[in-house]
Nanobody, 130 residues
Framework: QVQLVESGGGLVQPGGSLRLSCAAS????????IGWFRQAPGKEREGVSC?????????????FYADSVKGRFTISRDNAKNTMYLQMNSLKPEDTAVYYC??????????????????WGKGTLVTVSS
C-alpha cells in the first residue's frame, strides 16, 4: 500500500525555521521524483519544490524551487530512510499553508502542475505568525 506521511508542521514566528518530513512506503522510491506543494486558504494548490529520482538513470536528481521560496527552502531526500525533507528558513506569513508531499515517476518536469503527481500525502499545517 502506497503511503506518504508528512510531519513537522506547526506554528512559527516570522523569520523562523521548520523542517518538514515526508515518510514514504509501498513504492520504489528511488525511481520517483518527490515534490512539495502547499495550499493556503482560498487559494489553489501550488508547487513549492521538487527533487528528481535518485536511481542514477531516469533523472539527474536535480532540484527545483518556486521563485517565492528560492534561497529560503531546501529540498532533500534520504532514500535509506525512505524520507524526504523540506527545510524552510526565513519563514514569512505568506508561507502559511497546508504542505503536501507528492510523488511521480522519474523527473520533475512540469512538477508545478499538481495533476501530474501520482501519489499524495494528507498534508501538514504550517502557520507563520507572531
Amino acid at each position: 500500500q502506497v503511503q506518504l506521511v508528512e510531519s513537522g508542521g506547526g506554528l512559527v514566528q516570522p523569520g523562523g525555521s521548520l523542517r518538514l518530513s515526508c515518510a514514504a512506503s509501498g513504492f520504489p522510491l528511488d525511481y520517483y521524483a518527490i515534490g512539495w506543494f502547499r495550499q493556503a486558504p482560498g487559494k489553489e494548490r501550488e508547487g513549492v519544490s521538487c527533487i528528481g529520482s535518485s536511481d542514477g538513470t531516469t533523472s539527474d536528481g536535480s532540484t527545483f524551487y518556486a521563485d517565492s521560496v528560492k534561497g529560503r527552502f531546501t529540498i532533500s531526500r534520504d532514500n535509506a530512510k525512505n524520507t524526504m525533507y523540506l527545510q524552510m528558513n526565513s519563514l514569512k506569513p505568506e508561507d502559511t499553508a497546508v504542505y503536501y508531499c507528492a510523488a511521480r515517476l522519474y523527473s520533475c518536469s512540469g512538477y508545478a502542475d499538481p495533476s501530474g503527481m501520482d501519489y499524495w500525502g494528507k498534508g501538514t499545517l504550517v502557520t507563520v505568525s507572531s
